[in-house]
């Protein structure tokens, strides 16, 4: 079994390589292939990849190249996690929105946008090349902004899953809290990327989430960062990117008063690639735990291996609608459990959504549908009409300035600008 990692000089691959050290029996690599046009990079990763899996005793064969032809040929699976732009670009994408006083994120809003405009058709472009070399393989795409990149790969035919660590986070988070196995919980998740709630926390077939809320909603708020007040008003748990919406403007003011998240990251980077360095370390360090992605490498693994190895098991993925919630158009890509084998995803029904959530993500699955039009056509209109669509815009005159805003920092990313 091969797998291709595009962008496998990211400095957390090192998470992603333990990922697949530790779970080598459920999923038997025998060679890793990490693609990335920086080559310094890679010969840090890559070098410190081989050590954890000798240090681990897993047989595979790792190698690294910037040839992303070379690099896919032959693979069962490619795993996309690339950023194009660097952190420089998220950097950006976290500033310039500020100054009309909208949230500036990486994945939501118009930063949000600025990276699927740059993100689409590098990934179209890698999509056509895994086609043309090896059309039976999967792609797995953890690159953000994930619901609109993994709809553009749906929209062009390709064998495309997205996936996102925010399921396996809670569920991880709530078995810890119950004192039970992780594979024990399974999670009542529904949405879009980045915009889901957890309806229900099931044990054993039992609905605990209740029990959960009352005996530990204190923890859980305040890990989403969010008033406990509101999650025991709603009796559900929402992804912690939801505050972006419950609590816009507080949040504009606290990412005002500090370094964006970008700045933070790329100074731990500069850290990472020192420790990486080391032909001593043999294991991830403990400071990539604080670059994100928590629990990436286990969400990972456990996609490819029902992929390739079709297990039929269940698991929160990114996937065609295609009738799952009845208020979506079939081709709107959503983030539920499914059922997951060699034939791709089945999601399982969905419980009808209460007006709270169903009307949010039918918003934000509108301005997705026109972020998908601007990525591939291009245009100051389509970008205009995105922003105005996306409800933390919405207004005429901060769309337009995020507009000429957007086509200004990202002018060197698009073709058509």
Known sequence: MKLAVVGGGSTYTPELIDGFARLRDVLPLEELVLIDPAADRLELVGGLARRIFA???????????????????????????????????????????????????????????????????????????????????????????????????????????????????????????????????????????????????????????????????????????????????????????????????????????????????????????????????????????????AFYSEAAVALTSSLLRDTGDVQVVNTLNNGTLPFLPDDAVIEVPATVDARGTHPLPVPALEPLYSGLIANVTAYEHLALEAALKGGGDRVFEALLAHPLVGQIEYAQKLTDDLIAHNREHLTWA
């Open 55 to 293: 240090k681990q005793g897993h047989p595979g064969r790792i190698s690294w190249t910037d040839d992303v032809d070379a690099g896919i040929d032959g693979a069962d699976a490619v795993l996309l996690q690339l950023r194009v732009g660097g952190q420089a670009a998220r950097n950006q994408d976290e500033t310039w929105p500020l100054e009309c006083g909208c949230v500036g994120q990486e994945t939501t809003g118009a930063g949000g946008l600025a990276k699927a405009l740059r993100t689409v058709p590098v990934v179209l472009d890698i999509a056509e090349r895994v086609r043309r070399r090896n059309p039976n393989a999967w792609i797995i795409d953890f690159t953000n902004p994930v619901g609109i990149v993994t709809r553009a790969l749906l929209t062009a035919g390709h064998k495309a899953v997205g996936l996102c660590n925010v399921a396996i986070g809670f569920q991880r988070k709530f078995a810890k809290l119950l004192d039970v196995t992780p594979e024990e919980v399974a999670l009542d998740h529904v949405g879009l990327n980045h915009l889901t709630w957890e309806r229900g926390v099931r044990v054993g077939g039992e609905d605990v989430l209740p029990k959960l809320l009352a005996e530990h909603g204190e923890a859980i708020a305040a890990d989403l960062h969010m008033p406990r007040s509101l999650v025991d008003r709603l009796g559900v748990v929402p992804s912690y990117y939801l505050r972006y919406f419950y609590q816009h403007d507080e949040v504009v003011r606290e990412l005002k008063t500090k370094p964006s998240r970008a700045a933070e990251v790329a100074e731990m980077e500069k850290q990472l690639l020192q420790m990486y360095g080391d032909p001593t370390l043999d294991e991830k360090p403990e400071l990539l735990g604080k670059r994100g992605g």
